[in-house]
């Protein structure tokens, strides 16, 4: 099995575009939670999301690129993330243009129907879509973004190598990052462009999501509070991030200078329930268990934790941290950047590099309370790294989970 | 060596091996009332609630799921290793019923628009609360996860086409490097719905399926096992495409589908020791399946 290394990060995010920034404002403990201004949300049961920029001057452009209408890339707003993070990575990663065959490992969030596509085609008598003007001419913006123009659009930001995209609800990230590091491992590519973008920041998303009782209720800067003994849900977020990974040996061959490697991958399966967790976690305990072994078993210093802030998630995780990885430093991202649901772990597997190329853990913000049954080593401020490696979690609806072990540059 | 043991089909001409495919596609007038000039091919001969062993979940599952199940329930699994067994499958796009959202268009529209301060203030109330369980794209493979017990490495490969013949490579290389002792692969999609109809052009001939297979990597394979093998020179060849002309394009599910087709040739034809399965569309998926012994 070959070495995989991490050349270039991209990050579009509620906290700034460009990893530098993002860094910053992560280890600034700044949180990006405020009132929705992508759409109108007043009436809405939640009115807080953390919202990444969306420049008029990136739309305008993918939609010259994609042919996808402007208005269908404001509502669905993961297609230009996506783009814009892709370009950084590889930009990062490359002096010049990336190789021929840089691969795609992709995660990716599900289609947003565009409701004022919908409602020009609604026959309210009929309680459907008006038959008379059926079917519409197929163009790139009608009724949804299909997913294809958004795979599509990444692969056309530079890598045209094999590709494949996950849906894995909120995993789609890690496990994007962790099967495209198994291709390098494996020997079926050389360099792979692995991350994930989404949003679900649109009028649909935070109403479908309010509706599952999954989001805080509350319009506070502190709204997502994983680990807290008042939590009450999570708060939707949004953005992007894709990292360039390479065999050990060519990014060495090229002179490139690694940022860190990637030690581990694991998936497992609930097969619990699609609406809630396994009680024990014990998809979520394979997942680690795997992974810790696939890396050599090494000393983890800091778990990047799923860690929603909803009542269920939080506390089943801990347990589960503390009974395959042992006493180790814990911090969850979504504190201060939401939850980007597809985009999320490859947002904070971003969060996690930090132990490696500042040396600092990532914090979990707003913790003023700690629920005793979430009682671990929590990182309340960012604070020295200190170990071998780090994990990141992640775990989707529906009981797919992926974890994935990070260490230092070689 | 990784061996493919046994393939099932929810589709069309019914449930069950890959016989289900001997006979012709039903082809009918799509039961939507606005493309009733259509012609689709609904898996209309199984009852979903007669093979979801989790009757609770069943209102939890889009039509995709159902098949999904359907056709999982129909495979011979091992007992065994379940809780390190993986799941691969090919998924398509989120659903599109404009009838689950009739109620919140009927609170929020205000002069043909949405008017989002009554969305949020009425239309949301009255949407179903398990909706997402619905549009959410991995859930076919969750569902079948937890009707089979399945507990091990995963993959819902988003696939408009031929990609489903990804989730078997994904299910192969999983089995290759020991991380489960035997998987499911396959692709389900219902593309039957408002949305999907609505978008996609009148000649095509849509249909729903389900196509998974048991691969198991093995030292001795048993009498009747195919060789999953890596693509290359083979006796004959099928198209993604050819399948899905003959047995009508169910997106998602139409790699799948042709692995089952080709299974059928090889257990039908004694004379024919191989074959390659490509997709015109997408050259960069390919696979290959051979006798063993």
Redesign the interface.
Known sequence: MRRVVVTGVGIVSPLGAGYGAFAEAILDGRCAVGPIRA???????ATVAAEATLDEREVAACAEATGCDPLALRIDRKLVFGVRAARQAIAHAFDGAPPPGLALSFG?G????L??D?????D?AK???D?SR???P?RKN???L???HV?DAIANAGARG????????CASGT?AVG?GA?WIA?G?ADAVLAGATDSMVN?MGV???????ALSPRAAADACRPFHRDRDGTVIGEGAAFFVLESLDGARARGARPLAEILGY??????????APHPRG??AR?AMA?VLARAGRPRIGYVNAHGTGTPQNDAVEVQAIRATVGETAIGATKSQVGHAMAAAGALELAATLLCFTHGRCAPTAHLGALDPACAADHVVAPRAFSGDAALKNSF?????NASIVVGGAP | MIVLRAVSVCAASGLGDERVLDGETLFCACPLAQFAQRRVAPAAQFDPAAVVAQRKSLKLMNRAAQLAVAAARALPVPARDRERAGLFLGVGMSGGEIAQLAGLLDESLDGGEVDLAKMGANGLARLNPLLSFHVLNNMPLCHVSIELGLGGPHGAIYAAGAEALDAFAAAADALAAGEAPWAIAGGADAPLDTVTLALRGGDERLAEAAALALLLAVDEPAPGDLEWAEPGGADREITVEETAARFGDSLAASGALAVAEAVRILRMHADVRSIAIRSAALPSVSARLRRVG
């Open positions: 759409f109108d949300a007043r009436t809405f049961a990716i599900l289609e947003v129907l409701l004022p919908v409602a020009s085609l609604y309210p309680r459907d879509l038959a059926l079917p519409i197929r009608a009724l949804r299909s997913l294809d795979v094999r590709r494949r995209a996950y849906v894995a609800a496990q099967e198994s494996r079926a009028p109403g479908c999501f309010s509706l599952l009782g694991a998936s497992s399966l609930d097969a619990h329930r699609v609406t014990d998809g394979r795997n989707g609806f529906g009981g797919q």
